[in-house]
C-alpha cells in the first residue's frame, strides 16, 4: 500500500477532481463511489503525511482544493443565473424602425382584423396574445391544400435574424389534411418567442409554411410582420 500510494499519490486527487465536476452530471453513479474517492483521498494524505512525503501531500492536497472551489464557484454562478436571470436586450438592440408597417397581436374579446365567411379566397393569419408577454396563439385559414403540416418560422424585421427556430417550427405545428376550398386549417395553436424580454417589442416576421405530406417538400404560403415581445424566463 505504501509503495502503491507513494508512486501513484497523483491518481487520488486526480479522482476527486473527475468526481466533483462529473458527478451532478451523472444521475446514476452509486453512492458507494462517492464516499470511497474522497476516502481514499484523506488516507493517501495520512499515509504521505506519516512517511513524510510532504510535498507530494502539499500539491495532492492544493489539486483537490482548487477543484472543490472551482466546483464550488461554478454551482455558485448556476444558482444564480437561474434564480437571478440576465436581461435578453434583444428588443432593445433591434427598436422597430419608424417607416416599418406592422400589426399588433390580438387579445381574447377583440374582433379578428378580416373577419372570415364563406366568400373569402385569400390566405389569412393572425396572431393572438397568450397569458404572458413573449406566449401566443395563430389562426391560419387559405384555400385548397395538400395534406402534410402547417408551421412557423420568425425572424427579426430588420435584420432577418431568426427567432428560435428549432423550438418554435416544433411548437407551432400542426398536421392538416388536403382541403379543396377555403378553410381553418389552425385555431389557436401555441408558440412562444424567446428573443428578448416581456415589454421590449421589436418587429417579427412571421412565415406560415407548409410541408407536404407526400413529397416531403416545404414551401412558404405567406409572411406577416408583427410586433413582439420576448418570454421572460
Known amino acids: ?38 476516502i481514499a483521498l484523506l488516507l493517501s494524505w495520512i499515509i504521505l503525511l506519516i ?29 444564480d443565473t437561474i434564480f437571478n436571470p440576465r436581461p435578453d436586450n434583444f428588443g432593445k438592440e433591434h427598436p422597430i424602425p419608424a417607416w416599418l408597417d406592422y400589426n399588433l397581436p390580438h387579445s381574447e374579446g377583440e374582433e379578428p382584423s378580416c373577419p372570415i365567411d364563406s366568400t373569402a379566397t385569400n390566405t389569412w393569419l393572425q396572431i393572438w396574445n397568450g397569458f404572458q408577454g413573449g406566449i ?28 428560435s427556430p428549432e423550438r418554435i417550427s416544433h411548437a407551432s405545428r400542426v398536421t392538416v389534411p388536403s382541403t379543396k376550398s377555403f378553410s381553418k386549417l389552425v385555431k389557436g395553436q401555441s408558440f412562444i418567442i424567446y428573443s428578448g424580454d416581456c415589454c421590449d417589442y421589436y418587429a417579427a416576421r412571421i412565415e406560415v409554411w407548409h410541408k407536404d405530406a407526400k413529397t416531403g417538400k416545404e414551401r412558404k404560403l405567406m409572411e406577416k410582420v408583427y410586433c413582439v415581445e420576448g418570454w421572460q424566463r
Do not use: Q
Open 51 to 79: 512517511y513524510r512525503k510532504w510535498w507530494k501531500c502539499l500539491v495532492s492536497f492544493a489539486i483537490a482544493t482548487i477543484a472543490f472551489f472551482l466546483f464550488c464557484y461554478m454551482l455558485t454562478c448556476a444558482i
Open 136 to 163: 401566443y396563439m395563430y389562426d391560419f385559414h387559405h384555400p385548397a391544400i395538400e395534406e402534410g403540416e402547417i408551421f412557423l418560422r420568425c425572424y427579426e424585421a430588420t435584420e432577418n435574424i431568426p427567432l
Open 1 to 38: 500500500m505504501k509503495d502503491f500510494i507513494n508512486r501513484f499519490w497523483w491518481l487520488f486527487p486526480a479522482l476527486f477532481a473527475a468526481l466533483v465536476f462529473t458527478a451532478p452530471h451523472i444521475h446514476t453513479m452509486p453512492t458507494i463511489i462517492l464516499w470511497i474517492i474522497p
